[in-house]
């Protein structure tokens, strides 16, 4: 088959690879559907050192089972299913407790225990606790923008509402999204489900953030650094913002927050952070009690609830995606959105 | 009257100087029946610069109302009151909130705004927000264990408590509390009150994991760092603390304590950190969506109830004062308390 690796900052390549074969009694073979290109994959895009191994990329993916192993009982070959970004078992203490990401039975796609599913197959481990079955639709047939709303719930949709279920956004609350990359927007779409009053969305590419406003931004702050902070801190009369969803990963986006969030408010984040370090003292998060939530998304605990929430129509976000190419296209899609050509690439292998 | 200052790393120092007059309406001035030495205290006794000018010190009271500014309403001469560690005006947005300590009205004892309280008598500004009268208590008659117990309302009971409420505690969690200082202490009584199943101590002087024990513990752990972090490992199957409650202040306790939090878990600070930049990257903090929480007690918020919780005989916090010096005497206090001769020493002027 097909699949996307990527050789350094820059390099992505499609190469010809085994097919993917059952491993575990518990591993599922996926065709893939639709799969796309993660905001998060722009950072080793950005920094990975050049080496001659390639990275396995890729892991968002809808998809239909064409075999499974032999303990697998949820999922059947022909179901057409999403999967989401990470895999678990989905019956530990962990992933009862509604954070799957930290399964010790799970893992990641692109990592020794699973390839990268930015390709024509994938290899899903732990399928009874990963995939969820999408009933009513034939992939064949079905119309590109509700594919495209299901792909999200692999990882990007679901990422932003996992920002502000966490942050438990909720009627009455101000509500400050820092990026208006597709995490931001997912973030924005997700805080309006959850009843947000207001929704300031900070961001300077007007064609994202009119989406954003679209979905329920109530104000647009472009300006970034200490004169976003003043603008928000302006449009708050003062007092900041109960809750401020994170979804960059940089540290200037982390100082932003902290510079917004009101006293005794929350800072969530589901950008991956490209830094360990960052203040948390006096003058940053104690000294006005503010907190901080967030983490890898556990979209399979939101999963089941999503998928029927995009077929009854009531949220569409796959409207994110905004450029689609094929497998051996990828390449292309990886420098568009690098470029900010394209917010989010669906990849149709 | 006397009043204590300090000059620099162990030079506390007690000197005449003019007693405190109402500056603003909504002052009084209060004759301080006890107040004590702080943990947060022995910072400055461990890092002050040598000084020309000494620092005020102390923020803890209770004391009878001598005198009230023109636009003071809830008190009155001879009332016996207990003040919040810091003063705010108790109607803001942020008073509102429960975050008064935030309150933009507000500061904090031993500031410009006003003087320490380690003294004969006290400046409270907004005393209205600030005080809170105790019913039916003679101060002049009260036993000693009474007074104590008041006492620790101002500050170290509540911190403790504030640890416990910000965090979330409640039946069938595991708490860790690190940390056997006062607010330690506190943390464990706090955590007990709201129903937690399992208290982990992590503390190594056993006359203080005594106390804790008696109110609340389940367990101690005495190790530190990497050792500690195992025990507490061990004691919870390997999974964590669902909450952690960090009384120390220092960056190895802030290492403890996202060592140990489960994912998901909760850490949540009252010791003021002597830091601004710590681990909060997906190492730490983000790749098990831990949450970190706390800040300076918004101890005006609880201290109503606490008040009526002490005087009902329902908590004994002030067991943590193990010594009582005069006002005269408080340097070797600020040296026990140092040399851990001493838990928390407090002061009758």
């Known amino acids: 088959m097909r699949a996307t690796f990527m050789y350094g900052a820059g390099d992505v390549r499609v190469e010809t ?25 722009l950072h080793p895009y950005h920094s990975m050192p050049s080496s001659e191994k390639g990275a396995s990329m890729g892991h968002e993916l809808i998809g239909v089972v064409e075999e499974i192993g032999s303990s697998v009982t949820s999922v059947k070959p022909g179901d057409f299913v999403v999967s989401s970004f990470a895999f678990q078992d989905n019956t530990c203490v962990f992933c009862r407790e509604g954070f799957q990401t930290a399964c010790p039975h799970g893992g990641w796609y692109g990592s020794p225990a699973a390839a990268g599913v930015q390709a024509e197959y994938a290899r899903v481990p732990q399928a009874d606790g990963t995939l969820v079955k999408i009933p009513g639709v034939d992939p064949a047939s079905a119309d590109e923008s509700l594919l495209a709303s299901l792909l999200t719930l692999s990882d990007v949709y679901l990422t932003g509402y996992h920002a502000a279920f966490m942050a438990r956004v909720e009627p009455g609350k101000t509500v400050t999204v820092v990026g208006d990359g597709a995490v931001g927007l997912s973030a924005v779409l997700a805080s309006r489900r959850l009843g947000a009053e207001r929704i300031i969305l900070m961001g300077r590419h007007a064609e994202r953030t009119d989406l954003g406003v679209e979905w329920g931004a109530t104000d647009v702050v472009a300006e970034r650094g200490s004169d976003g902070v003043a603008a928000v801190m302006d449009l708050t009369d003062g007092e900041g913002s ?18 917004v969030v009101r006293p005794g408010g929350i800072i969530s984040r589901v950008g991956v952070p490209q830094y360990e370090e960052a203040p948390i003292g006096f003058g940053s998060l104690f000294g006005k009690n503010a907190r901080l939530a967030g983490g890898p998304a556990p979209v399979r605990a939101y999963l089941e609830t999503a998928v029927q929430d995009v077929l009854a129509g009531e949220i569409e976000p796959g409207r994110v995606f905004d450029r689609t190419v094929s497998l051996d296209d990828i390449p292309e899609g990886y420098a568009a959105m690098d470029a900010r050509d394209a917010l989010k690439v669906m990849v149709r292998p």
């Open 17 to 41: 690879v085994a097919d993917p074969v059952i491993q575990q009694p518990t591993d599922a073979i996926v065709r893939v559907t639709r799969t796309c290109v993660c905001g998060s994959d």
């Open 242 to 259: 109960h809750i401020v969803l994170e979804a960059v990963g940089l540290r200037p986006a982390y100082e932003q927050s902290y510079g």
